[in-house]
């Protein structure tokens, strides 16, 4: 047995008994056999004279020194992934620490590794310490210079954080590069990547003047894949000085793509790490879904600059700190960027489907978890999305220019250090001038909070009440939940649609059809006067709290929100509720073997929808899109995967018939004329296009597509200049007709099997293939040439699409879809540990499902607890699940 990594809590928390000042790097590069030779200068932090203790893992120490003098092995021990020094001066001192690595044998892809035959780094979280020793939390702040030395040849390139002060040759047809980040930061922002790579240089000239050089660094056959990545940089850096008056603090600014990153993205001070997904585009190889991706997540890392950087985290508990700060701040950006309302759906979809689900299974957990075995099983949507919603709360709240304020304070007072959420949250008091410890609540609570809203209307009065009850189940953490305190933005709607001015006593130039209500109690009441007739509530406007709502309303209300609302988001929402009731209802029906329909009332819905060509066809498409399969089983008391994916499918297919008309005059006037541009407008007009195609070649269950709907797909997968339209037609034809599929799938593969991020489309599209047999057909995509278990890309495209997106198979009643996981986790799990412990994720919803299926799924987690070497992340989620 291995000793099992002990649990960390955040009320344990002690300040760092020494500080480095500073940090010198060697790193003699090597495949197997990497030397790194560290310098570090200490200072004790505290009065009492403590041991200096640094981590260090999966490293050899071939030798330290304190103060210039060689340590013999009994002035230290290195036990445990410590390396403790018992005796240490009382005034500052040095300390100097050899360590050999082996980069080669490194899959796990966490510290120095090898991806595509080039060194790289991933340091966040607790990664460094598998380079060299070091105090490896981010309360410890170090100016760092760090000497790269490589082979010219294959590592003609050498980078690390901060600026190049001196470069040249050495012996044996080595070079070596010196870099000096002259901001002080944590270890987990430091990076080094060397290799046969070429530069696209661009420069970005800040608002005050300076100009900063910009270098995406890429393998020579991504070199004309850049332009959208650099593209996208300069907007987000334009954004950050328009909209939170942030400049870039450093001369130069760059991006390394690899194939081969556990996560997208990594915001290394000056030296970015990307996933390749996240930078390479072309028109005919990224999707606009892509170049969104690209566009958010290059701004993403770039605004750690100041969220994440320039202010860190005190601890890993505070991760929210800057994970959801960064997300808003994404968010807001794209939201500029494209579609604002589109944007919001989009957000809320993940959050409803996905961080809703997190919220009620065994990982709950608040958005400053209490407690962690293992940190890298916590870079959750909790953390990233749901904190996002909470900044967006204090937006709300705040409004526009107050937060703004709150950040300025927030930026002011702890430039330069490592804080907490509640140093966050008190800059936003200061700016608000008003208590904000009940909204703190947001931050220790988990569990998705409920409101049940009742409206009370007194024609004799004119009188509208409002009653909002709020509770929230519980959660290891919280049994007991005290109330939240949250915006709920609400409009009135008179039976004409028309909208009631509940917002009068604001001042002149707001929006007097809003009302912003503020819910702290477990139940409170609002009252409305002045109101002639019984209103239509749209509540919660552009979901403006992280809840769930129980809202008892009737259809022709629902028809009312659907044509009328001025709050787009709850348009689209209105439309969603009255999908989601037929679903629910059919679902009944086919679980008690009763035929399923749709009604006419929902396809007149939709129908309105289509043919509105006022709104942005990107609405239209979120708008005419059924409400996810996820986001339906969060409904049921016990989730019927197989009756989800039956009635969705049906109502698809039902619709594709009963609109065919329409949706093909639709799909024809949005066939464009221009060659591919990424741009909204364009990408809208594709979204909805291919919005109707997949209406049209939806199959109902078991049934066949007529030749010439088939043949539309076919022609526009061979006609299209662009991935965008070429993927979404095979799409299409893959789903509906499984011979057509293969034909055209043979063809992708031929055309793009050089290109490993299109193959990874391939991969996932078959993974997701909703026509029986797609578990045979994964399980031999995984000895095929193009599969490596040891590239997360490929696990993620392979693996999880089939595992967490294709629900019906996955849980297919013979129970093969969780053997196929078990299976794949306890390979993967040796190699890559932070991959195995996250493919987990369907499993350990096991609760949700019917005995049958909760009884093999908990097999597959106990088989994988019962594994010789399961890893710590990999155990913490499995034992979490299993918990009683
Ligand atoms: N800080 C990164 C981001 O959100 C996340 C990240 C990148 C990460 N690589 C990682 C987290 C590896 C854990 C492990 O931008
Ligand atoms: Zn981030």
């Given at each position: 047995?291995?000793?099992?990594?002990k649990e960390t809590?955040?009320?344990d928390?002690?300040?760092p008994?020494?500080?480095?000042?500073?940090?010198?790097?060697?790193?003699?590069?090597?495949?197997?056999?990497?030397l790194?030779?560290s310098?570090?200068?200490?200072?004790?932090?505290?009065?009492?004279?403590?041991p200096?203790?640094l981590n260090?893992?999966?490293?050899?120490?071939?030798?330290?020194?304190?103060?210039?003098?060689?340590l013999?092995?009994?002035?230290?021990t290195?036990?445990?992934?410590?390396?403790?020094?018992?005796?240490v001066?009382?005034?500052p001192f040095?300390?100097?620490?050899?360590?050999?690595?082996n980069?080669?044998?490194?899959?796990?892809?966490e510290?120095?590794?090898l991806s595509?035959?080039?060194?790289?780094t991933?340091c966040?979280?607790?990664?460094f310490?598998?380079?060299t020793?070091f105090?490896?939390?981010?309360?410890?702040m170090s100016?760092?210079?760090?000497?790269?030395?490589?082979?010219k040849t294959?590592?003609?390139?050498?980078?690390?954080?901060g600026?190049?002060?001196?470069s040249?040759?050495?012996?044996?047809?080595r070079?070596?590069a010196t870099w000096?980040d002259?901001?002080?930061?944590?270890?987990?922002?430091?990076?080094?990547v060397?290799?046969?790579?070429?530069?696209?240089?661009?420069?970005?000239?800040?608002?005050?003047?300076?100009t900063?050089a910009?270098?995406?660094?890429v393998?020579?056959r991504?070199?004309?894949?850049?332009g959208?990545?650099?593209?996208?940089?300069?907007?987000?850096?334009?954004?950050?000085?328009e909209?939170?008056?942030?400049?870039?603090d450093l001369?130069?600014?760059m991006?390394?793509?690899?194939?081969?990153?556990?996560?997208?993205?990594?915001e290394?001070?000056?030296?970015?790490?990307?996933?390749?997904?996240?930078?390479?585009a072309?028109?005919?190889?990224a999707?606009?879904?892509?170049?969104?991706g690209?566009e958010a997540?290059?701004?993403?890392?770039?605004?750690?600059n100041w969220?994440?950087n320039?202010?860190t985290?005190?601890?890993?508990?505070?991760l929210?700190?800057?994970?959801?700060l960064?997300?808003?701040?994404?968010?807001?950006f794209?939201a500029?960027?494209?579609?604002?309302?589109?944007?919001?759906?989009?957000?809320v979809n993940?959050?409803?489907?996905?961080?809703?689900r997190?919220?009620?299974?065994?990982?709950a957990?608040?958005?400053?978890?209490?407690?962690?075995?293992?940190i890298?099983?916590?870079?959750t949507?909790t953390?990233?999305n749901?904190?996002?919603?909470?900044?967006?709360?204090l937006?709300?709240?705040?409004?526009?220019?107050?937060?703004?304020?709150?950040?300025d304070?927030y930026?002011?007072?702890?430039d330069?250090?490592?804080v907490?959420?509640?140093?966050?949250v008190a800059a936003?008091e200061?700016?608000?001038?008003?208590?904000l410890?009940?909204?703190?609540r947001?931050?220790?609570?988990?569990?998705?909070?409920?409101?049940?809203?009742?409206?009370?209307?007194?024609?004799?009065?004119?009188?509208f009440?409002?009653?909002?009850?709020?509770?929230?189940?519980?959660t290891?953490?919280?049994?007991?939940?005290?109330?939240f305190f949250?915006?709920?933005a609400?409009?009135?709607?008179?039976e004409?649609g028309?909208?009631?001015?509940?917002?009068?006593?604001?001042?002149?130039?707001?929006d007097?059809?809003?009302?912003m209500?503020?819910?702290s109690?477990?139940?409170?009441q609002?009252f409305f006067?002045n109101?002639?007739?019984?209103?239509t509530?749209?509540f919660?406007?552009n979901f403006?709290?992280?809840v769930?709502?129980?809202h008892a309303?009737?259809?022709?209300?629902?028809?009312?929100?659907?044509t009328?609302?001025t709050?787009?988001?709850?348009?689209?929402?209105?439309?969603?509720?009255?999908?989601?009731?037929?679903?629910?209802?059919?679902?009944?029906?086919f679980?008690?073997?009763?035929p399923?329909s749709?009604?006419?009332?929902?396809v007149?819905?939709l129908?309105?929808?289509?043919?509105?060509t006022?709104?942005?066809p990107?609405?239209?498409a979120?708008?005419?899109?059924l409400?996810?399969?996820?986001?339906?089983g969060?409904?049921?008391t016990?989730?019927?995967?197989v009756?989800?994916?039956?009635?969705?499918q049906?109502?698809?297919?039902?619709?594709?018939?009963?609109?065919?008309?329409?949706?093909?005059q639709?799909?024809?006037?949005?066939?464009?004329?221009?060659p591919?541009?990424y741009?909204?407008?364009?990408?809208?007009r594709?979204t909805?296009?291919?919005?109707?195609?997949?209406?049209?070649l939806?199959?109902?269950?078991?049934?066949?597509?007529?030749?010439?709907?088939?043949q539309?797909?076919?022609?526009q997968?061979?006609?299209?200049?662009?991935?965008t339209?070429?993927?979404?037609?095979l799409?299409?034809v893959?789903?509906?007709d499984?011979?057509?599929?293969a034909?055209?799938?043979?063809?992708f593969y031929?055309?793009?099997?050089?290109?490993?991020?299109?193959?990874?489309?391939?991969?996932?599209?078959?993974?997701?293939?909703?026509?029986?047999?797609?578990?045979?057909?994964?399980?031999n995509?995984?000895?095929?040439?193009?599969?490596?278990?040891?590239?997360?890309?490929?696990?993620r495209a392979?693996i999880?699409?089939?595992?967490?997106?294709n629900?019906n198979?996955f849980?297919?009643?013979?129970?093969?879809?969780?053997?196929f996981?078990g299976?794949?986790v306890i390979?993967?799990?040796?190699?890559?540990?932070?991959?195995?412990a996250?493919?987990?994720?369907p499993?350990?919803?096991?609760?949700?499902?019917?005995?049958?299926?909760?009884?093999?799924?908990?097999e597959?987690?106990?088989r994988?607890?019962?594994?010789?070497?399961?890893?710590?992340?990999?155990q913490e989620v499995?034992?979490?699940s299993?918990?009683?």
């Open positions: 047995m291995i000793a099992q990594k809590f955040l009320k928390y002690q300040p008994a020494y500080l480095v000042d500073r940090v010198d790097l060697r790193i003699e590069l090597d495949a197997q056999s990497t790194v030779q310098r570090l200068l200490c200072r004790p932090n505290q009065q009492t004279k403590k200096l203790v260090g893992k999966r490293l050899e120490v071939v030798q330290v020194a304190l103060n210039g003098s060689v013999t092995r009994n002035r230290f290195f036990t445990d992934g410590l390396l403790t020094i018992a005796h001066p009382a005034e040095e300390v100097a620490v050899t360590t050999r690595i980069p080669a044998e490194n899959t796990a892809l510290g120095l590794y595509s035959g080039n060194y790289c991933q966040e979280p607790e990664g310490r598998t380079i020793c105090p490896d939390r981010p309360d410890v100016v760092f210079t760090t000497t790269v030395i490589g082979d294959s590592c003609p390139v050498l980078l690390a954080n600026n190049l002060m001196a040249g040759d050495l012996d044996d047809g070079h070596y000096h002259p901001f002080p930061k944590p270890s987990y922002l430091f990076a080094l060397a290799g046969d790579l070429v530069r696209i240089s661009d420069t970005f000239t800040t608002r005050s003047g300076r900063v910009l270098h995406i660094y393998e020579a991504n070199r004309d894949k850049c959208h990545a650099m593209r996208s940089l300069k907007k987000a850096m334009r954004w950050d000085e909209h939170f008056g942030r400049e870039y001369d130069l600014y991006i390394v793509a690899v194939d081969d990153f556990n996560m997208g993205a990594m290394n001070k000056g030296l970015n790490v990307f996933n390749s997904k996240y930078v390479l072309l028109p005919e190889t999707t606009d879904a892509d170049y969104e690209i997540v290059i701004a993403h890392e770039y605004f750690h969220t994440g320039r202010i985290c005190r601890d890993w508990f505070q929210s700190l800057k994970e959801g960064t997300v808003f701040r994404d968010q807001e794209t500029d960027m494209s579609s604002r309302p589109v944007k919001r759906i989009e957000d993940i959050i409803r489907s996905l961080q809703f997190e919220d009620s299974g065994p990982m957990h608040p958005v400053r978890p209490p407690s962690f075995v293992e890298n099983n916590f870079y949507l953390v990233y749901k904190g996002a919603e909470v900044i967006r709360m937006f709300t709240l705040l409004g526009a220019e107050t937060f703004r304020q709150g950040m304070i930026f002011d007072r702890h330069g250090q490592a907490t959420c509640d140093d966050f936003m200061t700016a608000w001038g008003k208590d410890s009940q909204f703190k947001w931050y220790s609570q988990a569990g998705t909070p409920e409101l049940t809203v009742t409206g009370h209307y007194s024609a004799a009065d004119q009188q009440i409002l009653e909002i009850e709020q509770s929230c189940p519980p290891r953490e919280s049994v007991v939940k005290e109330p949250m915006p709920i609400i409009g009135l709607l008179d004409n028309n909208a009631l001015p509940v917002n009068t006593d604001a001042g002149t130039g707001t007097t059809d809003t009302k209500l503020i819910l109690e477990q139940r409170q609002y006067p109101i002639t007739s019984k209103p509530v749209s919660l406007r403006s709290a992280p769930k709502v129980h309303q009737s259809e022709e209300e629902l028809h009312r929100l659907m009328h609302d709050d787009p988001f709850n348009r689209w929402e209105a439309g969603q509720t009255l999908s989601l009731r037929h679903i629910l209802e059919q679902i009944a029906n679980q008690h073997q009763q399923i749709i009604r006419h009332r929902l007149r819905g129908r309105d929808f289509l043919l509105d006022d709104l942005d990107a609405f239209t979120m708008a005419v899109t409400p996810t399969e996820n986001w339906i969060q409904q049921m016990i989730i019927d995967p009756a989800i994916f039956s009635v969705r049906q109502f698809r297919a039902q619709i594709g018939l009963q609109l065919r008309d329409e949706l093909l639709r799909y024809h006037d949005l066939t464009g004329d221009i591919y541009q741009n909204a407008v364009e990408a809208a594709r909805l296009r291919n919005t109707c195609l997949a209406y049209l939806a199959p109902e269950i078991g049934g066949r597509l007529t030749p010439e709907l088939l539309l797909g076919t022609e997968y061979q006609r299209s200049d662009n991935m339209d070429s993927i979404a037609a799409g299409c893959v789903n509906a499984a011979a057509a599929g034909a055209l799938l043979a063809d031929t055309k793009w099997q050089h290109d490993p991020l299109v193959v990874d489309k391939w991969l996932a599209l078959q993974a997701g293939c909703s026509l029986p047999g797609t578990l045979e057909h994964v399980k995509l995984t000895g095929h040439a193009s599969f490596s278990i040891k590239n997360p890309n490929k696990v392979l999880a699409t089939f595992c967490a997106t629900h198979q849980h297919a009643a013979d129970g093969h879809g969780y053997c996981l299976d794949q390979r993967l799990d040796p190699l890559n540990p932070q991959i195995a996250r493919m987990l994720t499993l350990t919803q096991w609760r949700r499902y019917d005995p049958t299926r909760q009884q093999m799924m908990c597959q987690l106990e994988i607890r019962r594994q010789p070497l399961v890893s710590d992340d990999v499995v034992d979490r299993l918990q009683k």
